[in-house]
C-alpha cells in the first residue's frame, strides 16, 4: 500500500503563484505514475495534471496548460505541482494520486492523498 501527503496548499492572491508537494511511502514510488487532481465545492474530481513513472512524459489539462508545471524526484519519493498564474477557478482541494497509468481519469488511480487546500483570492 502506498501513502501520499499532500502539503503546501494555502491562500494566494490571484496572479500569484504556489506550489505543492505529494510525499509518497513505500519503496515502489518509482513504479507508479502520479497524478493530480482537484475538486471545487459542488463539483466533480477534475484531473490536473500526470507524470509517468520515469517522469518523461507529463500531461496537462486544457485549463492549466502553460501555467502548472508536475514533476517528480523518485529519489525522494516526491511529486511537485508547480503553479503560476493563479486564478480563483484554480480554488479547489487539490489530490496526489498514484496508479499504474497515468490516464486523466480518477479510475485509474489507485491510491489518494487527503488532499490540499488551494484558495485564490481575486
Known amino acids: 500500500q502506498v501513502q501520499l501527503v499532500e502539503s503546501g496548499g494555502g491562500l494566494v492572491q490571484a496572479g500569484g503563484s504556489l506550489r505543492i508537494s505529494c510525499a509518497a511511502s513505500?519503496?515502489?514510488?518509482?513504479?507508479?505514475?502520479m497524478g493530480w487532481f482537484r475538486q471545487a465545492p459542488g463539483k466533480e474530481r477534475e484531473f490536473v495534471a500526470a507524470?509517468?513513472?520515469?517522469?518523461?512524459?507529463?500531461y496537462y489539462a486544457d485549463s492549466v496548460k502553460g501555467r502548472f508545471t508536475i514533476s517528480r524526484d523518485n529519489a525522494k519519493n516526491m511529486v511537485v505541482l508547480q503553479i503560476t498564474s493563479l486564478k480563483p477557478e484554480d480554488t479547489a482541494v487539490y489530490y496526489c494520486?498514484?496508479?499504474?497509468?497515468?490516464?486523466?481519469?480518477?479510475?485509474?488511480?489507485?491510491?489518494w492523498g487527503q488532499g490540499t487546500q488551494v484558495t485564490v483570492s481575486s
Open positions: 513505500g519503496r515502489t514510488f518509482s513504479s507508479y505514475a
Open positions: 494520486a498514484a496508479g499504474l497509468s497515468g490516464a486523466p481519469i480518477p479510475d485509474n488511480y489507485d491510491y
Open positions: 507524470i509517468s513513472r520515469s517522469g518523461t512524459m507529463r
